[in-house]
């Protein structure tokens, strides 16, 4: 995976999983500058390399829930 993408990744999970209040305030913050200097660097749209990212987020999220223990059989 592209660092700069696990990166954006990794701090929109820290942001998702923050209730309201001033840390998530903080986390949004930090997300917003890594996505602009990221979207900069590469000459993108912010607004679609955010929906970028919370589309792979999803995905992401997935690959790392742990697959559901099979019973055994009868």
């Known amino acids: 995976m592209d660092p700069e993408?696990?990166?954006?990744l990794r701090?929109?999970?820290?942001?998702d999983?923050?209730?309201q209040g001033s840390e998530a305030e903080r986390l949004l913050a930090l997300y917003d500058s890594i996505l602009?200097?990221?979207a900069?660097?590469?000459?993108?749209?912010?607004?679609?390399?955010?929906r970028a990212v919370k589309w792979a987020?999803?995905?992401?999220i997935r690959a790392?829930?742990?697959p559901p223990t099979l019973?055994?059989?009868a």
């Open 40 to 50: 900069a660097a590469r000459k993108l749209n912010p607004e679609l390399l955010h």
């Open 17 to 19: 999983a923050q209730e």
């Open 11 to 15: 701090a929109w999970e820290s942001y």
């Open 36 to 38: 602009a200097s990221v």
């Open 71 to 73: 019973p055994p059989k």
């Open 57 to 60: 987020f999803r995905g992401w």
């Open 5 to 8: 993408l696990e990166r954006l």
């Open 64 to 66: 790392q829930s742990h």
